[in-house]
């Protein structure tokens, strides 16, 4: 069984530019988180979808992060403009629905901000 | 307010030794889940409990509901083991995962 795809797996921009991430699921996963992990800290969740629905972004810094699943399988987030505080490792990860369920993880895209 | 502590912060052993790390958690959280994060590498779930102890190879994971208390214990550690294990805490109704700092091991030959 494919695990979850997340590209690209690094990326470099400079601060006020735009990026883009790509998430692919595990098949048949409804559930898709997207977290940021700052190095040394844990990881910290930016937004939850339910299929195409979001079920919480209350820390999803809206002014400059969007996120969309609009079939409900793939999802992509952006980042416009970027700024320094950005660079993190940002995790795709999955579940078979909300609720308590093993969450699968993606290897990551490690985004640097200059 | 949700929150998950682990213990140690940082870990060294020795090829061999019986590792345990600690997790606490608060009101709210209905399952902990222990993942494995090596340098540079994705984050592996190890085990996803809401009661009593579950084993996988030389790894067992227990909790105890009653003192929100949960541990993650190695047997004969090795240095493959070295890596970063974060106890998360999830909440029944969104599965939204609360992360504890995370503990470093680094287990030498």
């Known amino acids: 069984e494919a695990g979850v795809a997340q590209s690209p797996r690094y990326k470099i921009i400079e601060k006020r530019q735009s990026v883009a991430f790509w998430c692919n699921p595990i098949s048949g996963h409804a559930t898709l988180y997207w977290y940021q992990q700052i190095l040394g800290q844990g990881p910290k969740l930016l937004i939850q979808?339910?299929?195409?629905?979001?079920?919480?972004d209350s820390q999803l810094p809206k002014d400059r992060f969007s996120a969309e699943r609009l079939k409900g399988v793939d999802s992509t987030l952006k980042i416009q403009p970027a700024k320094l505080e950005d660079s993190a490792v940002y995790l795709c990860a999955s579940s078979q629905t909300s609720g308590v369920n093993e969450q699968f993880f993606g290897p990551g895209t490690r985004l640097t901000v200059l | 307010k949700n929150e998950v502590e682990q213990s140690p912060q940082n870990l060294t052993a020795q090829e061999g030794e019986f590792i345990t790390i600690n997790c606490s958690y608060s009101?709210?959280?209905?399952?902990l889940h222990w993942l494995q994060q090596h340098p540079g590498g994705g984050i592996v779930s190890l085990f996803m409990?809401?009661?009593g102890k579950k084993k996988h190879g030389r790894l067992i994971a227990t909790i105890n509901i009653q003192e929100k208390h949960s541990s993650l214990h190695i047997t004969a550690s090795h240095p493959r083991d070295s890596a970063v294990y974060i106890c998360a805490g999830c909440t029944s109704n969104t599965g939204k995962l609360i992360f504890g700092q995370g503990t470093t091991l680094q287990v030498k030959p």
């Open positions: 009101v709210g959280i209905s399952a």
């Open positions: 979808f339910q299929n195409n629905g979001v079920v919480d």
């Open positions: 409990l809401s009661s």
